[in-house]
């Protein structure tokens, strides 16, 4: 496997969506620098099978995990899960999200409900997983925001997203997904 200019051997990502589009790409994207890799899908393994197959063909580690990030109690399952494969937790990319595509007008309050409960409480979930974990190990688990944001939801979400990432010390930016480490930040 080519390893990018910065390494992450020994680091391990959680990726949150990763079993389709933006997602898929970003966990082979830090697979391919070495990073280990959980592929977090909302119970469709049959998506989240070829991310999986891609990565270790490639020479990379991975593990499929199945979650509801909306639920705490799922997420929770799914860092124990890592944490007992891997041992530790470095990244976390927030990049499922639940778009409504439709005029504002339109939307329902179950389509509401389900986006704001992915979106926002999932990051939440999320971040405070990661911000537990970072304080009982003494190393800064380093949050990361996807770019899928970008196409109309981030106008509800973002600044919620902006407000909580205050409170935890986040970057609450839907653009900063792989700059930062391949910057060096980490």
């Known amino acids: 496997m080519n390893q990018p200019a910065t390494s992450?051997?020994?680091?391990?990502?959680l990726v949150t969506g990763a079993a389709t589009?933006?997602?898929r790409a970003i966990a082979a994207t830090l697979a391919a620098a070495g990073a280990r890799?959980?592929?977090?899908h909302p119970h469709t393994p049959e998506l989240a099978g070829p991310v999986l197959a891609g990565i270790e063909a490639a020479g990379g580690q991975a593990l499929a995990i199945a979650a509801d990030i909306s639920?705490?109690?799922?997420?929770?399952?799914?860092v124990e899960r890592m944490l007992g494969e891997y041992g530790r937790w470095d990244i976390l990319v927030n990049n499922v999200a639940v778009a409504v595509t439709k005029p504002f007008a339109q939307i329902s309050e179950a389509e509401?409900?389900?986006s704001f409960s992915v979106n926002v409480n999932g990051v939440f979930h999320g971040l405070q997983l990661a911000w537990e974990h970072s304080s009982q190990r003494r190393h800064r688990?380093?949050?990361l925001q996807?770019?899928?944001?970008?196409?109309?939801?981030?106008r509800v979400w973002?600044?919620?997203?902006v407000a909580l990432c205050r409170k935890v010390g986040c970057w609450p930016s839907p653009t900063s997904i792989v700059a930062p480490w391949l910057a060096g930040s980490m």
């Open 8 to 13: 992450l051997a020994e680091k391990t990502a």
């Open 21 to 23: 589009g933006i997602g």
């Open 37 to 40: 890799v959980v592929i977090n």
């Open 71 to 78: 639920k705490r109690s799922e997420y929770q399952l799914m």
């Open 112 to 114: 509401f409900d389900l």
């Open 141 to 143: 688990v380093k949050p």
């Open 146 to 154: 996807a770019p899928a944001l970008r196409q109309g939801a981030h």
């Open 158 to 161: 973002f600044p919620a997203r």
